[in-house]
Nanobody
Framework: QVQLLESGGGLVQAGGSLRLSCLASGRTFSGSPLAWFRQAPGKEREYVAAIGYGTYYADSVKGRFTISRDDAKNTVNLQMSSLKPEDTAVYYC??????????????????WGQGTQVTVSS
């Protein structure tokens, strides 16, 4: 059974940094894309970043967030800097079973973690 477990969320002041981590178990994703999504209160879940053949980011986080992965540890990380109050959301890691159209835009992910809360105070 595949499980994704996020950690590292919390409360931070605007301008601060946080690092999220996600540990996958049940299968290896070394040959598959991984991604982060987020969902703010009252809003739909949105794509944040993806990593596979390269790294890709939503415009709203480009230049502030960095996605990375360690296939030996089956983990994916999200380093978040220059955080803004509008970054407040539940952050989810996700994995795709294989590369498909639009993987770099958040399409095709069907394994999900339970989420970790990130709150940025102004």
């Amino acid at each position: 059974q595949v499980q994704l477990l996020e950690s590292g969320g919390g409360l931070v002041q605007a301008g601060g940094s946080l690092r999220l981590s996600c540990l996958a178990s049940g299968r290896t994703f070394s040959g598959s894309p991984l991604a982060w999504f987020r969902q703010a209160p009252g809003k739909e879940r949105e794509y944040v970043a993806a990593i596979g053949y390269g790294t890709y980011y939503a415009d709203s986080v480009k230049g502030r967030f960095t996605i990375s992965r360690d296939d030996a540890k089956n983990t994916v990380n999200l380093q978040m800097s220059s955080l803004k109050p509008e970054d407040t959301a539940v952050y989810y890691c996700a994995a795709a079973p294989r590369y498909g159209p639009g993987w770099f835009r958040g399409v095709g992910y069907n394994y999900w973690g339970q989420g970790t809360q990130v709150t940025v105070s102004s």
